[in-house]
């Protein structure tokens, strides 16, 4: 079974509105980390935003924003105000354990093409 | 402040020659991944170093590769008597601790490689 699975291949947007990535996950752990990443072009992975299993409220992080629900095991990415730098691959991943066992899993992610 | 660097950028091999890729994490993670990402992929977990000790290496697709970090620092994965489905993107990244799911991973600009 997939850990994490991205629904959406491709996603387009206009600028200067909003776009939710979607992602869910699946794993037994109580314990883990939800991530998302952003690879441009130019193929480096950039951090955007974490999200703990633990944590209560959603993570944010400027205009991005992380729609955590725990009892759907979902975890989706809300960019806000699109801008066209925003137009890359979207990877949403995740860390399971309480420490110590480090690997990630990541989708296979969504293309997001923010139109003029 | 400097980043994770890799090197060579793009490498192009001739199907059975082998090839080293670099990886210079941050200067002072004690964690250390490489990920494998072939093409309209997510990356994929190859191995994991802590320090100088390689814990974990069960993403490693075959006995031709081979990744070494003697002295807890740079770190290079070697792929022997390469074939073409070799070719992909290899990245690097480090993270400061070694506990914790929400340890962030900072990665590198990857390495293309490409097998004829």
């Known amino acids: 079974a997939q850990k994490i699975t991205q629904t959406q291949p491709g996603m387009f947007v206009q600028e200067k509105e909003a776009v939710t990535l979607d992602c869910t996950y699946d794993t037994s752990d109580p314990s883990y980390g939800l991530f998302w990443y952003k690879q441009p072009s130019s193929g480096e992975m950039i951090f955007l935003i974490y999200q703990g299993s633990y944590d209560q409220q959603n993570a944010t992080e400027g205009r991005y924003s992380l729609n955590f629900q725990k009892a759907r095991k979902s975890a989706n990415l809300v960019i806000s105000a699109s801008q066209l730098g925003d137009s890359a691959m979207y990877f949403c991943?995740?860390?399971?354990?309480?420490?110590?066992?480090?690997?990630?899993?990541f989708g296979t992610g969504t293309k997001l093409q923010v139109i003029p | 402040g400097a980043g994770v660097s890799q090197s060579p950028r793009y490498k192009v091999a001739k199907r059975g020659q082998d090839v080293a890729l670099r990886c210079d994490p941050i200067?002072?993670?004690?964690?250390l991944f490489w990920y494998q990402q072939a093409l309209g992929q997510g990356p994929e977990f190859l191995t994991y170093f802590q320090n100088e000790a390689q814990l974990d290496k069960s993403g490693l697709p075959s006995d031709r590769f081979f990744a070494e970090r003697p002295e807890g620092s740079v770190s290079t994965l070697k792929i022997q008597r390469t074939q073409q489905e070799d070719s992909a993107v290899y990245l690097c990244?480090?993270?400061?601790?070694?506990?914790?799911?929400?340890?962030?991973?900072?990665f590198g600009p990857g390495t293309r490689l490409l097998v004829l």
């Open positions: 200067s002072g993670h004690v964690s």
């Open positions: 991943a995740m860390r399971e354990g309480p420490g110590g066992y480090q690997k990630v899993t």
């Open positions: 990244a480090s993270s400061l601790r070694w506990t914790g799911p929400g340890e962030t991973q900072y």
